[in-house]
């Protein structure tokens, strides 16, 4: 589950991911994607940003996002990291990607992947079922694109939403 531009890249110049739209209707609806979830995999950059801001959600913010840091506290967190020597809130570290099938087979429901390196490499090996792309509408010219040049998938589509801002959400599963 990634935010991308219409471009196909999940961050900017310089890592900006200031242009990410985020409404009520699409927290609400990723909570219920998550929340339901047996994870989350984080890249180190990711993990960074969600560590820094979800634990410390207080009891003034929206309701979705009250609700999201509940999940994100509940659910388990693996962090993919060569250079962290430890992560906090519970969450699990791990030196390489190569324990994703074995994390798969013991969840309690799907694994979200978090972070666009993170995806990609997972996507490389062949270990995505499914993208949950939320497409915002901005063409960045340039960034890290979800989708390496060269890299073929076939996909099927799932479903599609579109939210009042014009993000869609656009679900689709990887045929093998």
């Given at each position: 589950m990634l935010s991308v531009s219409l471009d196909g890249h999940f961050e900017g110049p310089g890592g900006d991911i200031s242009w990410h739209h985020v409404t009520e209707g699409l927290h609400r609806d990723m909570n219920a994607l998550i929340g339901a979830g047996g994870g989350v995999l984080n890249g180190r950059r990711n993990w960074e940003l969600m560590s820094g801001f979800w634990p410390e959600v207080g009891p003034d913010?929206?309701?979705?996002?009250?609700?999201?840091?509940?999940?994100w506290k509940r659910i388990p967190q693996h962090v993919f990291s060569t250079t962290l020597d430890s992560v906090s809130h519970g969450a699990t570290l791990h030196g390489s990607i190569d324990v994703v099938p074995t994390l798969k087979e013991q969840a309690d429901g799907d694994l979200y992947a978090g972070g666009g390196t993170l995806a990609a490499a997972l996507a490389r090996r062949g270990w995505v079922d499914r993208y949950v792309l939320h497409v915002n509408p901005v063409i960045l010219?340039?960034?890290?694109?979800?989708?390496?040049?060269?890299?073929?998938?076939?996909?099927?589509?799932?479903?599609?939403?579109?939210?009042?801002?014009?993000?869609?959400?656009?679900?689709?599963d990887v045929e093998r």
């Open positions: 913010a929206d309701e979705s996002l009250q609700e999201f840091s509940a999940i010219g340039a960034g890290t694109p979800l989708f390496p040049p060269g890299e073929r998938q076939a996909l099927g589509l799932v479903s599609h939403k579109t939210y009042d801002d014009g993000v869609m959400q656009l679900t689709y």
